[in-house]
């Protein structure tokens, strides 16, 4: 999970997240994204590939890039369970702040 963040909170290795996620790519597509060399961008590959995230296999003479769900889904459920686990958490602060502050009982004035 924490490569998973890692990996992605990079701009160039989300943007490339981003891009694969519409469809496979080639190296040659994914470096036209930036302004940056290719060698550069094939380290970004390699954290992501690392990660998970991505496969790279021939096609000839090029290489393709594809996605791969798994980390993400794997991500994306953590981060489910993470909003539901505070939301119960507030939920029960709500009902003792509730009880704390009674509106039926009259409040006195500082002066």
């Known amino acids: 999970m924490t490569q998973t963040f890692a990996a992605i909170g990079d701009p160039v290795r989300s943007t490339i997240i981003d891009r694969l996620a519409t469809s496979d790519a080639t190296v040659g597509e994914l470096v036209a994204l930036f302004e940056i060399s290719f060698q550069a961008v094939s380290q970004q590959l390699d954290v992501l590939e690392r ?16 996605i791969e769900s798994q ?11 993470q909003r539901h686990r505070l939301e119960d958490r507030y ?15 009259p409040h006195e004035e500082k002066s």
Do not use: N
Request: hydrophobic letters at 35%; charged letters at 35%; zero cysteines.
């Open 71 to 81: 980390p993400l889904d794997d991500a994306m459920r953590w981060m489910e369970a």
């Open 51 to 66: 990660a998970g995230l991505i496969t790279r296999h021939k096609e000839g003479r090029t290489r393709r890039v594809r």
């Open 91 to 105: 939920q029960r602060l709500d009902l003792v702040l509730t009880t704390l502050t009674d509106p039926t009982e």
